[in-house]
């Protein structure tokens, strides 16, 4: 399994920026695909972006397009969640995980490892 371990998070006001990073242990991090999911209490987790290391693609939620990014860094084996334009809804826990596979993805079961999560709270 990779290892992930995510920074960042925090309170913002809507309309807002933040980021968050995700830095991997793998070293043959370009064998995987990366993605953010988010999750309130009580509801099932959702998915935010998605990106293949490898350059095989890259999807954004439905909720999040146009407002979200997900940069890499291959030096540093970190992707990013880039937020702006952040709403209240935005709301959660985000967490980062990998899936073993060059093809972007959507699907959480199709992700094997995961990193611990970081509150996002946007204020009215």
């Known amino acids: 399994q990779v290892q992930l371990v995510e920074s960042g998070g925090g309170l913002v006001q809507a309309g807002g920026s933040l980021r968050l990073s995700c830095a991997a242990s793998?070293?043959?991090?370009?064998?995987?695909?990366m993605g953010w999911f988010r999750q309130v209490p009580g509801k099932e987790r959702e998915f935010v972006p998605s990106?293949?290391?490898?350059?095989?693609?890259?999807y954004y939620g439905i909720s999040v397009k146009g407002r979200f990014t997900i940069p890499i860094d291959h030096a540093k084996n970190t992707v990013s969640l880039q937020m702006n334009r952040l709403k209240p809804e935005d709301t959660a826990v985000y967490y980062c995980?990998?899936?073993?596979?060059?093809?972007?993805?959507?699907?959480?079961?199709?992700?094997?490892?995961w990193g611990q999560g970081t509150q996002v709270t946007v204020s009215s």
């Open positions: 793998e070293t043959t991090i370009s064998s995987y695909v």
């Open positions: 990106i293949s290391w490898s350059g095989g693609g890259i």
């Open positions: 995980a990998a899936a073993l596979s060059v093809r972007a993805t959507v699907r959480e079961s199709d992700f094997g490892s």
